[in-house]
């Protein structure tokens, strides 16, 4: 039996208060609105009741969100895709956001088990005068379990359209990519912070952004480095032996762009705390 989820969140701002609806067909929910840090940002958490994705399998998240509505939205654990016979499993994202929007995509790790066929796309489509942050965290098998990744192929394909797209196949075959100085390096754990915008960003906030992701700490076991592929993104690529490190960091960065960019607290979702 495969399961196909389908869900669709959309955000407005009345009277100061960002409000979300949404609409669900299949085994994907969202919980209640959470106001931690006031009525402006809408809290909310993503959850899949059968808790990975085998082949088949097939995922779907639409948001919208109106002129100076901000959302953020995370899930209470990971996002497992589990080994295959051959079909695909897929998780698609679609967000569009409207002029003065602010999206905060933060969904915690992605697990590739070992025999997994897996697509994960996300995009997300900002008008001028729109911004968000995002991240992407994959962690292949489960080493200290002793189930590394030995056969099976994750896509992964994340984009801005018009400003930015990456895009790659890991494969459990590619030891080049997995364990060659120019790609994985033996690592096992790749996070992936962005800030984006629907319209270029000024120089000097840019290279602020730069300078404080490779302030933010520094960790022995990780390899990370700060880029802008253009003037609408700026890119922070953490490489680490397991998800624990590597999502340290991204949340150092995270506070500190918020309050940078923001000028808001880190406000981490109660999610994280339980």
Avoid at 106 to 121: K, M, V, Y
Wanted: aromatic share 6%; charged share 25%.
């Amino acid at each position: 039996m495969t399961w196909h989820g389908h869900l669709r969140l959309d955000y407005r701002l009345a009277d100061g208060r960002t409000v979300g609806h949404d609409r669900h067909d299949g085994p994907l929910r969202v919980l209640q609105r959470l106001y931690p840090e006031g009525p402006a940002v809408c809290h909310q958490v993503l959850v899949h009741p059968p808790g990975g994705l085998a082949g088949g399998d097939e995922l779907d998240v639409e948001l919208s969100l109106t002129r100076g509505s901000h959302a953020l939205l995370t899930t209470p654990g990971a996002t497992r895709f589990y080994r295959s016979k051959g079909p695909l499993a897929v998780q698609r994202v679609n967000a569009r956001l409207a002029d003065g929007a602010r999206l905060e995509w933060l969904p915690l790790e992605t697990i590739a088990f070992d025999g997994c066929r897996a697509e994960n796309r996300l995009s997300f489509d900002l008008a001028p005068g729109a911004e968000m942050m995002g991240w992407d965290v994959l962690a292949l098998g489960l080493p200290a379990s002793d189930a590394a990744f030995r056969r099976g192929q994750v896509l992964q394909d994340v984009r801005l359209p018009g400003a930015w797209l990456e895009r790659g196949l890991i494969d459990a075959a590619d030891h080049r990519l997995l364990d060659g100085p120019l790609g994985w390096a033996g690592q096992r754990a790749l996070g992936m912070l962005w800030f984006g915008a629907g319209a270029p960003i000024d120089g000097t906030r840019r290279q602020a952004l730069l300078d404080t992701a490779r302030e933010a700490g520094h960790d022995a076991v990780l390899d990370a480095g700060c880029t802008s592929p253009n003037d609408r993104v700026v890119v922070l690529r953490v490489l680490g032996p397991r998800v624990e490190p590597v999502m340290q960091r991204l949340l150092r960065t995270r506070a500190a762009w918020r309050r940078q960019a923001w000028d808001l607290a880190a406000c981490a979702p109660r999610v994280w705390r339980t």
